[in-house]
Every structure is written in C-alpha cells, then in structure tokens.
C-alpha cells in the first residue's frame, strides 16, 4: 500500500539527514586535532547524497534518498609555525584541519531542518494512513 | 447499487492522494541531493483520466512488418509525472523548494481527508438507509 511507502521515503531523508549531522559533529569535535604532518591531518567531511530511483521506469517517483558517499575538502589546511609544540614536525610546523566552524554551523541547522521537513512527511502520512484505516467506523 | 457507483470518483481519489503523498515525500527526502528535480503530477488532469468510462486507449507498438514480433497493448501510463519548474534552482542543480512541496503535502493531506469524508458520508448514507433510520 502507497501510504506505507511514503513513511520508508520520509525514514530514508531522516536517516541520510542524520548521517550529515554526525559528519558535522565529527568535523567540529575535530576542529582542534592537530597533527605533525599533510597526510594525517583531519579534513573536513561532508556526504554526498543519491536519489534512489525505483527501477528505470521515468513514471515512478523516487523511492527514497541514500548517501552515496563521504568527501572530504580539499580546502588547503593551516598551516602554523610553533616549533615549541609537542606535534611539530623537524621544521617546526603544525597542521590544523581545514574545518570551518561557520559553514559546519549552516549544515548542522539545514540538516536539522531538513529532518524536520522527513518528520512533518511521517507524520502527515501517518494521519493520512489512520483516516483511512478507520473508513467507515 | 454496487460500490463503485456509491463511492463514484473517490476511490480513485484517495488512490492518487496516497500516490501525491509518495511523490511529494520523495521530494522533501531529497532536499539536498545534488541534481534531483523536484517531481510531480497533475491531480485534476490525472483525476479527470482516471474516471470511468474516460480510459486512454491501451498503448500499442506500431508495426510496420507482419514479421515484427506481435507485442501485448501495454496497459495506458496512469498520471505521467512532470518535474517542476523551479523558480530559483540552487547551484548543485537541485530543484526542490521545500517550502512549496510542504505547502503542496499539507493540500494534498486536506484533499486526502476530504475524500475520506466523502466516503464515510456514503457509507454512513448507507447505513442508515439499511437500519430504515
């Protein structure tokens, strides 16, 4: 039954919303990670998301959302000299993850509201589902 | 009196309800896929095919040679989804406004409860007429 499908499309953009907002809780609690060398600096990740199509037939709807991957920025990381540093390479430098805080705050509030947007679709689907469950009560 | 001429037009209503839910539940999931364009049907167009009597003719493949593999009419496409037309698509090529396919869910939701409505008022008809009310 259709109404059902509704809930697994809205339960699909929860779940892919909540896999962004890990990633935004995992690059901010990894604003501060420093590390004494390029390749094993944290960087910044974000997901890529894929509709998922119901077969190849064009006269269907998309059947939910999946996240087709993670991506991590290729922003340039910060570099600083602080050769008293314990994590200082033999040049002195230190490597900090190209996190930016105010973009990651713009994610973490369009994913939350885009979760809001799957609920509100659940619950509307749901009031949809019990009116028509109790036809002719 | 069977029940296809009691409920009428609302059977078929409340089927295409629950498939705009589907459509439209696709679209708010897909906010922020890049490339998704934001789909939807004509409900009074589709309605107004979906009625009995108003049936598209069957979809047959044309053939041009008696040696052509003979091919069973297809059964017509039922509300041909459309993509809309986006008023301010976004760089990634996405063109769900959320706020638009919110605000079309909640019509589709109120349409929804008016054909249930609809149908516990001719079944409540119904019911009177068999209690001799």
Do not use: C, W
């Not at chain 1, 064009?58 to 996240?67: D, F, K, W």
């Not at chain 1, 430098?93 to 679709?121: C, D, F």
């Not at chain 2, 009419?73 to 037309?85: H, W």
């Amino acid at each position: 039954m259709s109404s059902f499908k509704a809930f697994d499309i809205a339960a699909s953009g929860m779940s892919a919303q909540n896999l962004r907002l890990n990633l935004v809780a995992s690059n901010m609690a990894n604003v501060d990670t420093i590390s004494s060398s390029i390749e094993r600096t944290y960087r910044a990740r974000e997901p890529v998301f894929q509709a998922v199509m119901d077969g190849l037939d064009p006269t269907r709807p998309a059947s939910g959302v999946r996240m087709l991957g993670v991506i991590e920025s290729q922003a340039p990381l910060r570099k600083e000299y602080q050769p008293d540093h314990p994590m200082a390479d033999e040049q002195g430098y230190i490597y900090r993850p190209n996190v930016n805080l105010v973009e990651e705050m713009a994610n973490m509030i369009s994913a939350s509201r885009s979760y809001q947007s799957n609920v509100e679709v659940m619950n509307a689907a749901k009031r949809m589902a019990v009116s028509t469950i109790d036809i002719g009560k | 009196m069977n029940a296809n001429s009691l409920f009428g037009i609302h059977e078929q209503a409340l089927r295409l309800h629950d498939r705009r839910s589907e459509v439209l539940a696709a679209n708010l999931a897909n906010a922020d896929t890049p490339g998704y364009k934001a789909r939807d049907f004509d409900f009074q167009a589709v309605l107004r095919e979906a009625m009995p009597g108003r049936s598209l003719p069957a979809v047959a493949l044309r053939v041009t040679n008696p040696r052509h593999i003979a091919v069973a009419p297809l059964p017509p496409p039922l509300g041909d989804l459309q993509y809309r037309v986006p008023e301010q698509p976004s760089v990634d090529g996405n063109t769900v406004d959320a706020q638009r396919e919110q605000a079309a869910f909640a019509e589709n939701e109120i349409g929804h409860q008016a054909t249930v409505r609809f149908i516990n008022g001719a079944l409540s008809t119904l019911r009177r007429a068999i209690r001799g009310e």
